[in-house]
């Protein structure tokens, strides 16, 4: 079974550029996860998809950051502008829906220089 | 809101050391509670995963426990090995995933 697949896998970019993730989950998983991990810290969640629809963005900042699942299977993360604070593993996650596990990807990995 | 605690932030022993990471959570309102591990630039491996009903889980040289009344978690490594080293992180699963902030383990040959 392919796992989460994400790309680009490392990302270095200067300050009030732009970037995008793309994520692929696991096939037939409903609910898809993006996460935030600052190095030396547990993954934040960013926002939660259920299909095409968002479940929980409450820790997403709003704006500089977006995401969206339009067919409910592929989903994209945006910065824009970044900062440096920024830096981090960005990691998605995916899971069927009403099922405990869940899996990751290997993350995509930010410098903002 | 949830918070989950991890200690220690980081050990070090000497290979066939049976060791003890700890988790605390402050909301005993879970549904279950996981371990992963993560290695250096990967992403993470679910471990094990505990469901609130359960006392704990066991695989191969791993075992973790589960005492949601006390809020606590511990994930017991038997005879480790220098492969055991990584990161591992406690996530607990109620309204939201939320991960502690891991224990980084090195096991010296």
């Known amino acids: 079974e392919a796992g989460v697949a994400q790309s680009p896998r490392y990302k270095i970019i200067e300050k009030r550029q732009s970037v995008a993730f793309w994520c692929n989950p696991i096939?037939?998983?409903?609910?898809l996860y993006w996460y935030q991990q600052i190095l030396g810290q547990g993954p934040k969640l960013l926002i939660q998809?259920?299909?095409?629809?968002?479940?929980?963005d409450s820790q997403l900042p709003k704006d500089r950051f977006s995401a969206e699942r339009l067919k409910g299977v592929d989903s994209t993360l945006k910065i824009q502008p970044a900062k440096l604070e920024d830096s981090a593993v960005y990691l998605c996650?995916?899971?069927?829906?009403?099922?405990?596990?869940?899996?990751f990807g290997e993350g995509s990995w930010l410098t903002v220089v | 809101k949830q918070e989950v605690t991890q200690i220690p932030a980081a050990l070090s022993v000497p290979e066939g050391e049976n060791l003890v990471l700890n988790c605390s959570f402050t909301?005993?309102?879970?549904?279950?509670l996981q371990w992963f591990r993560q290695d250096p630039g990967k992403g993470l491996t679910s471990l094990l995963l505990?469901?609130?009903?359960?006392r704990e889980q066991t695989s191969g040289r791993l075992n973790a426990s589960l005492d949601k009344s006390s809020g606590r978690s511990t994930l017991y490594i038997a005879a480790s090995q220098p492969g055991d080293s990584a990161t591992y992180l406690c996530?607990?699963?109620?309204?939201?995933?939320?991960f502690g902030e891991g224990t980084q383990l090195t096991v010296n040959p």
């Open positions: 996650a995916s899971k069927v829906q009403g099922a405990n596990t869940i899996y």
């Open positions: 096939s037939g998983h409903a609910t």
């Open positions: 998809f259920q299909n095409n629809g968002v479940v929980d």
């Open positions: 909301d005993s309102a879970i549904y279950n």
């Open positions: 505990i469901q609130s009903s359960q």
């Open positions: 996530a607990v699963i109620g309204s939201r995933l939320t």
